[in-house]
């Protein structure tokens, strides 16, 4: 059983810069890909970002891409998203999600453990 915290969310203006974190604890965690989702008001959970079990591979929405970064530290348990030159429209409920599986997957259903979520809110 694996359990995941996300930290780091809260209130920004438009241009500025988050870094949300996620730990893990339980299980085994260097052997699972990591991924980023979110979900704001009225609208459906949406893929973000992705890592793979030992950080060589990643995965981003077209929508973060260049301006989100995904990393992982395997030592410490942590997965990190890095949000550069955010805009109003990732205002969100940010979640972080656990695999059973090494390799990146863009979709919620390939994820079996998730977070509480922590909320992003960026002001224009």
């Known amino acids: 059983q694996v359990q995941l915290v996300e930290s780091g969310g809260g209130l920004v203006q438009a241009g500025g810069s988050l870094r949300l974190s996620c730990a893990a604890s339980?299980?085994?965690?260097?052997?699972?890909?990591m991924g980023w989702f979110r979900q704001a008001p009225g609208k459906e959970r949406e893929f973000v970002a992705a890592?793979?079990?030992?950080?060589?591979?990643?995965a981003y929405a077209d929508s973060v891409k260049g301006r989100f970064t995904i990393s992982r530290d395997n030592g410490k348990k942590i997965v990190y998203l890095q949000m550069n030159s955010l805009k109003p429209e990732d205002t969100a409920v940010y979640s972080c999600a656990a695999r059973t599986a090494r390799a990146v997957s863009t979709s919620f259903n390939e994820y079996g453990y998730w977070g509480q979520g922590a909320q992003v809110t960026v002001s224009s």
């Open positions: 890592i793979s079990w030992s950080g060589g591979s990643t």
């Open positions: 339980g299980g085994t965690f260097s052997n699972r890909a």
